[in-house]
């Protein structure tokens, strides 16, 4: 593999640990597509243009939004963002292995590298300035003031059938591991009933409708306190980001009693 493709890869990740209430405003907001996390890798060596994932994996038949496919071989970067089919909304990530959506598409969210200099020491706002003068036509983030402003945007992209937004204030540096960004995503809460108590984890099973007209049972994490209070046949509040289309939810949560 080419050197930089394995530098690539091995970057660590920025991990959204941070909270509306926690978060330095102003911030840019960037619709969340559903997809999967990549970096896009151009005009270094041997290798034109490829898309990594997280998992090493190579893709090769993509649009990038925001600009022609068209690489100068003058110039080369790697930038990170999300690989999506489709329009990318609530749900399109299980549309990724359909060849029906093939090319997948690619919106880079920021930009690592570009003709060899490091850019990650830079401000995000300055990072966001130099990603928009290699790919200009990519949506341009909303700035967000405050809380209000965050969730009535985060409610416009969720009405329009995204997954909500990602937060992240203009003056941070670019951070692999646990950062600041905050993702406000929708959320569904449905009532199920508990089938088993596991005696010895802190989880729980109860069964779950699936879109064929079957069912079947799902876990989730609940704490050794809340096991205590729970009895086989209660019914209980989960959290979660959707039923899957082979069945379960999507990262389902433990909310309490019905």
């Known amino acids: 593999m080419n050197p930089t493709l394995m530098t690539a890869n091995r970057l660590a990740y920025p991990e959204l640990r941070g909270s509306l209430q926690t978060?330095?405003?102003?911030?840019?907001?960037?619709?969340?597509l559903d997809g999967e996390?990549?970096?896009?890798?151009?005009?270094?060596?041997?290798?034109?243009?490829?898309?990594?994932?997280?998992?090493?994996?190579?893709?090769?038949?993509?649009?990038?939004?925001?600009?022609?496919?068209?690489?100068?071989?003058?110039?080369?970067?790697?930038?990170?963002?999300?690989?999506?089919?489709?329009?990318?909304?609530?749900?399109?990530?299980?549309?990724m292995r359909d060849v029906s959506f093939q090319p997948l598409h690619y919106r880079p969210f920021d930009i690592l590298t570009l003709n060899g200099?490091?850019?990650?020491?830079?401000?995000?706002?300055?990072?966001?300035?130099?990603?928009?003068?290699?790919?200009?036509?990519l949506p341009t983030p909303t700035l967000i003031e405050n809380i209000n402003e965050a969730m009535t945007t985060a409610k416009a992209h969720m009405h329009n059938g995204y997954e909500g937004i990602v937060l992240k204030n203009i003056e941070e540096r670019y951070k692999t591991g646990p950062c600041a960004w905050v993702k406000v995503k929708t959320k569904d809460e449905n009532v199920y009933e508990v089938i088993l108590i596991d005696p010895a984890q802190?989880?729980?099973?109860?069964?779950?409708p699936m879109p064929n007209?079957?069912?079947?049972?799902v876990s989730a994490k609940c704490l050794n306190r809340d096991k205590a209070t729970?009895?086989?046949?209660?019914?209980?509040?989960?959290?979660?980001?959707?039923?899957?289309?082979?069945?379960?939810?999507?990262?389902p949560v433990y909310k309490g009693k019905a």
């Open 23 to 32: 978060l330095k405003y102003p911030a840019f907001a960037e619709v969340k």
């Open 37 to 95: 996390l990549a970096w896009h890798v151009w005009g270094a060596g041997d290798v034109a243009e490829v898309i990594v994932g997280k998992n090493g994996k190579i893709t090769e038949r993509f649009i990038v939004d925001g600009k022609p496919r068209l690489i100068s071989d003058k110039r080369h970067g790697i930038t990170i963002g999300e690989l999506y089919a489709d329009a990318g909304k609530f749900g399109d990530l299980y549309k």
């Open 117 to 137: 200099d490091d850019l990650t020491g830079l401000p995000l706002i300055e990072r966001k300035e130099i990603l928009f003068s290699e790919f200009p036509d």
């Open 202 to 208: 802190e989880r729980i099973e109860f069964i779950v």
């Open 213 to 217: 007209g079957k069912s079947r049972s």
């Open 230 to 251: 729970l009895k086989l046949g209660d019914l209980v509040k989960i959290e979660h980001q959707g039923v899957l289309a082979l069945g379960g939810l999507r990262h």
